[in-house]
């Protein structure tokens, strides 16, 4: 089972990105599916969250800015980030909670940070 994260990039101020996240290999169950971020000298922190049925949380700084999606039969899911502020700069990390096949081990997965800079 892998996480493959892409989409990120420089952008200015103000701008928007997409990040997206696939998930391959021998999947039984993709169930939540979240977005983390770490900046420089900073903790890995929580973006946003989307359970398979579609409900969603966000952190506070990014609420209202950021969208996350789903495609459970692509079993991709995506971050919208609109009205980009320099203290989003970080490197972004996609992260499921799985079950595989054939063993039904249930845990979570990571995929390789994408970075995200934003200039001011």
């Known amino acids: 089972v892998q996480l493959q994260a892409s989409g990120g990039g420089l952008v200015q101020a103000g701008g928007s990105l997409i990040l997206s996240c696939a998930a391959s290999?021998?999947?039984?169950?993709?169930?939540?599916m979240a977005w983390f971020r770490q900046a420089p000298g900073k903790q890995r922190e929580l973006v946003a969250t989307?359970?398979?049925?579609?409900?969603?949380s966000y952190a506070a700084s990014v609420k209202g800015r950021f969208t996350i999606s789903r495609d459970n039969a692509k079993k991709t899911a995506s971050l919208q980030m609109n009205s980009l502020k320099p203290e989003d700069t970080a490197v972004y990390y996609c992260?499921?909670?799985?079950?595989?096949?054939?063993?039904?081990?249930?845990?979570?997965?990571w995929g390789r940070g994408t970075q995200v800079t934003v200039s001011s």
């Open positions: 290999g021998s999947i039984f169950a993709l169930n939540e």
């Open positions: 992260n499921a909670d799985i079950q595989d096949y054939p063993n039904y081990r249930r845990r979570d997965y």
């Open positions: 989307i359970t398979t049925g579609g409900t969603v």
